[in-house]
């Protein structure tokens, strides 16, 4: 049971030059969490997904933008992005996982 929950705090990993960057940089990672997710929890679920060990975890709230859509103006929703680092000798391939 516990184990299921924790897959669902992963939701998708965040593929972008900046994430990148700080994936050669400071053995980073990157990657987009249920908003109710605690460190925590977001520790537990990377190191039981990849069998890692996470050194730190912080976390950001994204605000959604604000869109036009024609007439009427609508909000994309928030979400919480999580940057994973890991000890030092430990790696994720995202290419692969």
């Known amino acids: 049971m516990q184990q299921i929950k924790l ?4 939701t ?11 994936a050669d940089k400071s053995n980073q990672f990157v990657f987009k ?9 977001i520790k537990n679920a ?5 069998g ?3 050194e730190t975890v912080r976390v950001l709230n994204v605000k959604g933008k604000v869109k036009r ?11 919480k992005k999580a940057y ?7 790696n994720i391939e995202l290419a692969t996982a």
């Open 7 to 10: 897959a669902s705090i992963l």
């Open 12 to 22: 998708a990993p965040i593929v972008s030059e900046k994430s990148s960057n700080v």
């Open 33 to 41: 969490v249920a908003k109710t997710a605690t460190k925590l929890q």
């Open 46 to 50: 990377v190191e039981l997904m990849f």
């Open 52 to 54: 890692v060990k996470v």
């Open 69 to 79: 859509f024609g007439r009427s103006l609508g909000k994309r929703s928030d979400w």
């Open 84 to 90: 994973v680092k890991l000890q030092s000798g430990q």
